[in-house]
C-alpha cells in the first residue's frame, strides 16, 4: 500500500472556485476533479478559505460536502450522508480508490468503520464486508471509526496510527486566508501565482526545503483573482505570509488557468521536486 507523507500537506482553495460555473452538475464535477488530483498526491487535508466578504455561504457548503463525501468510503456513505441537493450529483464525483477505500474482498490491516451498537462493554461496527464486526470496546454510536485487525479481532486505532495514505481532511473556516494561516501555523507556506518565479529558478531551494519533514501549506488563488489580490483585500502581503512565491506553469499556452487545473499542476510539481534525487 502507499505510504502516507513524511510531510504533511494542506491545500488552501477559497470558496469562488465554483463562481465561474452555473450548474450544481458542473460544480460537483469541479469539486471531484480536486478531491481526485488530492488523492492522486495523498493531500492530508484540503483547507477552504473565504476570499472575499461576500462569498458564497451555499458554495462553501456544497464545496465542503462533496469533498467529505468523496473521501468517505463507498460502504459508509449510505450510512453517514442524508439526501440532500448538493449530494444530487454526487455519483459523478471519481472514484478516489485510496487505501481506505478499500473492496470488500481486499486484505486490510486497517478499515473504516460506522457505529451500529454499543453496550457500554463492546460495538457492532460497519467496516465493508459481509457482516458487521465486533469490535471489544465501547465506542460512540453513529460514529465513524478506524479499526485495526489484531490477532483475529478489530480493535479501535486512529488515522494518525495507520501508515499509509489514509484520505484528506476537510477544513472550513470563514476566515480570510492570512487570519487562516495565523491560526493553523505551517513550516513551510508555498504561493501559487503567475506573478511567482518560474519553478526551475526555485527548484534547488524548494527542493532543500521539502527535505526537512515540515509541515507544508500549498496556497491557491480563485478563478477570477490571484493571491496577491485577494490577500490585498485583508492588508497582508503574499510576500510576508509565503517562504516560496511560485509559478508552477511559466510557459502557459492559455489565457488563464483554472484553479482545478492549478492545484493538479502544481502537485504534480510538487512531488517532482520532492522525488528527484540529486546526483552523486
Known sequence: MIQKRKSPVTIFIPISILSDVPSLLEKTVKVGQIARAASIFRVDAI??????????????????????????PQYLRRRIFPLSRNLKYA?????????????????STYREGFVLKSDGKSSLVDIGLRRPVECPSPLPVNRRVTLKAVGGSWLPSSKEEVPYYWGYDVMLEFKGLAQFLS??????????????????????????????DNCIALLFGSPAEGLHEILGREGARIEDLADFIVNTAPDQGTATIRTEEAVMISLAALSSIESTQRPV
Not at 473565504?50 to 468517505?72: G, P, S, V
Request: aromatic share 6%; no cysteine; charged share 25%.
Open 47 to 72: 483547507a477552504i478559505y473565504r476570499d472575499m466578504a461576500a462569498a458564497n455561504r451555499e458554495d462553501a457548503f456544497l464545496i465542503r460536502d462533496l469533498l467529505t463525501y468523496a473521501e468517505t
Open 91 to 107: 455519483g459523478l464525483l471519481p472514484p478516489l480508490r485510496t487505501p481506505h477505500h478499500p473492496l470488500e474482498s481486499s486484505k
Open 183 to 212: 491560526s493553523h501555523p505551517y513550516d513551510l507556506v508555498v504561493g501559487t501565482s503567475r506573478l511567482g518565479s518560474p519553478l526551475a529558478s526555485v527548484a534547488a531551494d524548494l527542493r532543500r526545503a521539502l527535505s526537512e
